[in-house]
DNA sequence: CTGAATGGCGCAATCGGTTGCGCAACAGTC
DNA sequence: GACTGTTGCGCAACCGATTGCGCCATTCAG
């Protein structure tokens, strides 16, 4: 750890002025070639590199962008991050990371760290748990807020989502057309916003072919294996037991297709699923579900983080607004 | 975004000085109580916030740390950063995260930005294709490095990996006790420090039992889907087929499991697998690998960075060491 | 009534750069 | 020789917070 290394050494070695150092090294017209000349060479003999704190500090910029979302352990966010690291670096920006898992204080530690941090912007996928939205207010005075996926639908905010009811619509709509009948949903937990547009899509389905909703096969579910596992067995019990499962997660139609094992029925047999997440492993599963919704994660972040550098980068004519993007409906 | 909100307004408005009202907000003993109530109700008011890039600045510190790792997409990294984020977290400190995606200009220029965005340490899981370690020599001058998992062994450097030797020749001792013979090793890439480790501990289980090295069981591989099914095709083409497949990543041997299905072998009866990665998903396969070595990438990345808060709190006691994690073999 | 002690607060320097302005020296013009 | 223009560089303010030191006013002891 070297001793630090600021102009004023370099200015006192040379017998000049701090200020001269810095416009020398600028390349600044009014310095005499040889003195910028002598600077340069001497600085880069020693090595030296400007002190960012003290840019940062006069500029009031940080180039560091915040990211808050649940899991990084998660597929579908550590791709999202991926994509918005990418996006972000080429502008020269850095990515500060951290993990909400669920928690509504957590969250709200989260954003006010990163602000207190200095960052520039910030990105969050919302936690599933949080309810109180002043935290985001509160940061929004400071610095630019983009949701992205698991978002608050407010016009002070800009948001980019997958359109979730359309996929849902879609996949039922494949399904039908395809002649399967007695279709159940396993769905997200009540406090995702997705839950309820993957359920519109559902039903608007069924109805656009006058298929009556059976609400008991409608479930949905809170992210814990046990609960997989009660909700799927509560489905299997029903008289008029489902022949296939819309799950809103492949680890959810996974867990749920071990209990349907366990119970003797044969995956894409006596059950299939279709799910809405296309993870990678998939499509090693000797019995994969049949159909999938490819959100795009990648696409997903790299958006939002396209907008949140207009939204820093051009404050005064950003305005707020939603990127929808397009899940596409992948057939095995 | 709200006008900056700095102490000298909060002065000016209350008639006193910056200096009282800094002091007044420390709880000074010497600012009357009166004056000090005033400042902290005007403050908590305005929703006043200290600017930290000041604070940054003045301190020398940032609270940031660098994390430089191949893909965030791959899920053994994003455990580690998920272990290196919540040990950080607990100490206050952020983490910003860069990929170098195994490419040697990538991770110079990563480590160089982190730098340059005023880091206080960095973490590195080194580039496959790192040849030239100047990067990080240059960066170790400015703040303290740790390597975890694909480390750089040196005296100066801080490292924490796990013990790919040993668990290599776990697996093959289990394996040879267990009574199976004819096992191949698909090994990683000639440039990963692991690949080499994992062989020594493949000959050393043979030699131990006296069981002569073939070295047409031994391939090494590059990573890519074209390459796996190649070498898996030139071991199953073999007079004396393998029975048992040592493999170093989860995913190669699903890529190899395809070709044998496809050969019409039978998994798990014609030719098994062992793999040096616990993927969640493999518990879900029909028919898993038979054997796996966790290798307990959250444990590294939060060793990694307590080292690196070592490092960071006490640099004049710190002395760079090494830990290693045992990996466990988990038999299915 | 003077001297010291104490409480309450402000001045100014500091961190490491950047930048507007001004000063000095010199050349060129009339 | 006075005037203007140009070149080359330094002074000092500034960004926002922290902090050593010193000043003034009050209080109390002697």
Chains 1, 2 share one sequence.
Do not use: W
């Amino acid at each position: 750890m070297q001793a630090n290394l600021t102009m004023k050494k370099i200015a006192k070695e040379l017998g000049v002025s701090v200020s001269t150092v810095s416009r020398a090294l600028q390349n600044h017209p009014r310095i005499g070639s040889l003195t910028t000349e002598k600077v340069q060479k001497l600085a880069r003999e020693l090595h030296y590199q400007p002190n960012s704190r003290a840019i940062n500090f006069k500029n009031n910029r940080s180039f560091n962008v915040g990211v808050v979302l649940p899991y990084l352990t998660e597929q579908f966010f550590s791709i999202a991050l991926s994509g918005i690291e990418e996006t972000l670096m080429e502008k020269g920006y850095s990515v500060v990371v951290m993990q909400s898992k669920n928690d509504y204080e957590r969250e709200a530690a989260a954003v006010d760290s990163l602000i207190r941090h200095g960052v520039d912007g910030i990105l969050v996928s919302m936690a599933s748990e949080t309810y109180n939205k002043s935290h985001f207010n509160n940061a929004t005075h400071k610095v630019p807020i983009v949701f992205f996926d698991r978002v608050l639908k407010h016009p002070r905010y800009s948001a980019v989502y997958g359109n979730i009811t359309k996929a849902a619509f879609d996949a039922m709509e494949y399904l039908i057309e395809k002649g399967y009948s007695d279709i159940a949903l396993m769905n997200g937990p009540n406090s995702l916003q997705a839950t309820s547009e993957r359920e519109k899509g559902y039903v608007d389905a069924l109805k656009k072919y006058n298929i009556p909703v059976d609400i008991q096969y409608v479930k949905n579910l809170n992210l814990t294996k046990e609960d997989t596992v009660l909700k799927i067995n509560e489905l299997l019990d029903l008289e008029n037991r489902p022949r296939i499962i819309l799950a809103f997660h492949d680890y959810i139609a996974l867990d749920a297709m071990e209990v349907c094992k366990q119970r003797g029925l044969k995956i894409n047999q006596d059950i299939s699923f279709v799910t809405f997440s296309n993870l990678s492993f998939c499509t090693y599963l000797d019995n994969p579900p049949i159909a999938t919704v490819e959100q795009f994660p990648g696409e997903l972040g790299s958006s939002a983080a396209q907008l949140l550098l207009e939204a820093m980068e051009t404050p005064d004519t950003y305005e707020p607004r939603e990127i929808v993007i397009e899940p596409k409906l992948i057939i095995r």
